[in-house]
Nanobody, 125 residues
Framework: IQLKESGGGLVQAGDSLRLSCKAS????????MGWFRQAPGKEREFVAA????????YYAESVKGRFTITRDNGNAMVYLQMNSLKSEDAAVYYC???????????????????WGQGTQVTVSS
């Protein structure tokens, strides 16, 4: 499966942004999906994940209540709606796919087999 993120950009603190990830080359419903991010000088960190059906979602505490992950299985897309953005949200955001889980989704990057190239999110304060 190949993953391609889009939707990143430069926004002001308090603004909203929606990231998209298009999957191709595989059966999308075989994968739980996750979003991770990496800021300069920091390790990659978990942001949000969603199960194969979309019925289970899980968020990092730092984004809970501000970010929403959804998926469109018919179009092999996963989205990350980001509201009330803060300067600390600035990072490269990565979409990832995990074939190993059926009813849930993991926060561990090591469990994700496939990764996109990333999209940059910059937040000015």
């Amino acid at each position: 499966i190949q993953l391609k993120e889009s939707g990143g950009g430069l926004v002001q603190a308090g603004d909203s942004l929606r990231l998209s990830c298009k999957a191709s080359g595989g059966r999308f419903t075989n994968y739980a999906m996750g979003w991770f991010r990496q800021a300069p000088g920091k390790e990659r960190e978990f942001v949000a994940a969603i199960s194969r059906s979309g019925g289970y979602t899980y968020y990092a505490e730092s984004v809970k209540g501000r970010f929403t992950i959804t998926r469109d299985n018919g179009n092999a897309m996963v989205y990350l709606q980001m509201n009330s953005l803060k300067s600390e949200d600035a990072a490269v955001y990565y979409c990832a796919a995990d074939v190993g889980r059926s009813a849930s989704a993991s926060a561990r990057s090591s469990e994700y087999e496939y990764w996109g190239q990333g999209t940059q999110v910059t937040v000015s304060s």
